[in-house]
């Protein structure tokens, strides 16, 4: 099946935007090339060798994405709603020397596995913040996500 095809299958509201985009385990496997596990709950993504992840409050999460997107460099972000919603930004994995540096302040690795929405997951425990291009797959270099993160805390404008 293409990504086209994926695509399609996945439903839009009445104005025509998309419904709540969620895949299956196997389309984040074979489209989307993620070490994804499932079991009757959801869909896992292994954070490691293959796929890195950062964490941070989801306002300031918008900002970034808002700059990223700007650049062209934007990727997937996963929304966890709760008391204090936070964002996850799936990333390249990091090097040795990126795990080495410090982070900004309000931003943590993600280590852990982390879960995916598939068509069965409630809105409430995630959902994607902004979905995975299933035309163009790739994800940002953790720097470029750390460095966006850097401009808008402190203001620099490159």
Same mark, same amino acid.
């Given at each position: 099946?293409?990504?086209?095809?994926?695509?399609?299958?996945?439903?839009?509201?009445?104005?025509?935007?998309?419904?709540?985009?969620?895949?299956?385990?196997?389309?984040?496997?074979?489209?989307?090339?993620?070490?994804?596990?499932?079991?009757?709950?959801?869909?896992?993504l292994?954070?490691g060798?293959?796929?890195?992840?950062?964490?941070?409050?989801?306002?300031?999460?918008?900002?970034? +994405?808002?700059?990223?997107? *700007?650049?062209?460099?934007?990727? $997937? %972000?996963? &929304?966890?709603?709760?008391?204090? /919603?936070?964002? #996850?930004?799936?990333?390249?994995?990091?090097?040795?020397? +990126?795990?080495?540096?410090? *982070?900004?302040?309000?931003v943590? $690795? %993600?280590? &852990?596995?982390?879960?995916?929405? /598939?068509?069965? #997951?409630?809105?409430?425990?995630?959902?994607?913040?902004?979905?995975?291009?299933?035309?163009?797959?790739?994800?940002?270099?953790?720097?470029?996500?750390?460095?966006?993160?850097?401009?808008?805390?402190?203001?620099?404008r490159?």
């Amino acid at each position: 099946m293409t990504a086209a095809n994926i695509a399609a299958l996945h439903a839009v509201d009445g104005d025509g935007r998309p419904e709540s985009v969620a895949f299956e385990v196997s389309e984040y496997r074979s489209v989307l090339h993620w070490p994804v596990d499932g079991d009757s709950l959801g869909a896992y993504l292994e954070v490691g060798p293959e796929v890195g992840a950062l964490r941070m409050r989801a306002g300031l999460g918008a900002e970034v +994405q808002w700059w990223l997107r *700007l650049r062209m460099l934007a990727g $997937p %972000v996963l &929304a966890v709603p709760g008391k204090r /919603t936070e964002w #996850t930004f799936l990333t390249q994995p990091a090097t040795d020397d +990126q795990r080495r540096r410090p *982070l900004p302040p309000g931003v943590e $690795p %993600v280590t &852990a596995r982390v879960l995916l929405p /598939t068509p069965d #997951t409630d809105r409430s425990v995630t959902h994607w913040a902004t979905a995975p291009d299933l035309a163009h797959p790739s994800l940002p270099l953790f720097s470029s996500v750390v460095g966006a993160v850097r401009s808008v805390l402190y203001g620099h404008r490159f």
